[in-house]
């Protein structure tokens, strides 16, 4: 049986152990990432939102989950998931699924209208993200656009939004 997971907002402080598990995780490729592009914009002081949350399991971090306040061409209320990070020795224990939903709640509390991510629909589409029509929203880099997914957090919300992402 697995043990409860346990989660709480992310902060500042918690940015070394975050990021020492993205570069378990991921690699130094990650920073070739469009979503990492879109966060350098916002500046320094803005690496944490409200949105972020961790899970740990006893005394490490287990998962992280970034969530930042985006604009799309120009309009405001939405933001972009992501990335997730879930340690190797956690995988498919439901830490990642418990820090979506959390973030998607947060965000929706918060007013957002929109949540945008570059991902597989097979795995989001269970958090109601759907492909987005290409050419409607883009980023200032590469992505793949099938990849590209949004989630309505108010009905009919992507029919607002059209143009660049960019960091706010």
Known sequence: MLAK?????????????????????????RFARTAYRVREQMGPGREISDFCRLATAGDH??????MSEIAIGGRTGAALLGPIVVAPEHAGQGYGRTLIKEA???????????????GDEPYYG???????????????????PARLLAAELTEGALTDYRGQISGR
Not at 6 to 23: E, K, N, Q, V
Not at 106 to 113: E, K, N
Request: hydrophobic letters at 50%; charged letters at 15%.
């Open 61 to 66: 971090i287990a998962a992280a989950i970034r």
């Open 104 to 118: 998607m709640d947060a965000a929706r509390t918060a007013g957002i209208r929109l949540v945008i991510l570059v």
């Open 5 to 29: 997971i346990i989660t709480r907002p992310a902060t500042p402080g918690d940015i070394p152990l975050i990021s020492a598990l993205h570069d378990r995780a991921f690699g130094p490729g």
């Open 126 to 144: 269970r958090f109601g993200f759907k492909p987005v029509a290409p050419g409607i929203i883009t980023l200032p880099g590469p992505v793949n």
